[in-house]
């Protein structure tokens, strides 16, 4: 089992920054690929960023050239910084790993998510 907790949410003003923080407990050498999705209302979720262990990333690109991921495997966490924020990026942000390495697109653990709001 893997546990994940967000932080670092809430409301910011557009064009600011934030960055989100997630720590990972529980069998964490498991843990392959992990990543930052996010949920609008009334929205379906989708992907912001992923990162493989060995520090491969993938962006949406909706979030490409103002979000940065990274991983920091000493301490089991990893970060979403976002710059450049627009009232679009409000949104229930979650952080995803995946401990199944014949499946590494797939994430089957979930943190309960942060909140993140732009305000215009």
């Known amino acids: 089992q893997v546990q994940l907790v967000e932080s670092g949410g809430g409301l910011v003003q557009a064009g600011g920054s934030l960055r989100l923080s997630c720590a990972a407990s529980?069998?964490?050498?498991?843990?392959?690929?992990m990543g930052w999705y996010r949920q609008a209302p009334g929205e379906q979720r989708e992907l912001v960023a992923t990162?493989?262990?060995?520090?491969?990333?993938n962006y949406a690109d909706s979030v490409k050239g103002r979000c940065t991921i990274s991983r920091d495997n000493a301490k089991n966490a990893v970060y979403l910084q976002m710059g450049s924020l627009k009232p679009e990026d409000t949104a229930v942000y979650y952080c995803?790993?995946?401990?199944?390495?014949?499946?590494?697109?797939?994430?089957?653990?979930w943190g309960q998510g942060a909140q993140v709001t732009v305000s215009s």
């Open positions: 995803a790993a995946n401990t199944i390495r014949w499946r590494p697109g797939t994430m089957n653990y």
């Open positions: 529980g069998n964490i050498f498991s843990i392959n690929s």
């Open positions: 990162i493989t262990s060995d520090g491969s990333t």
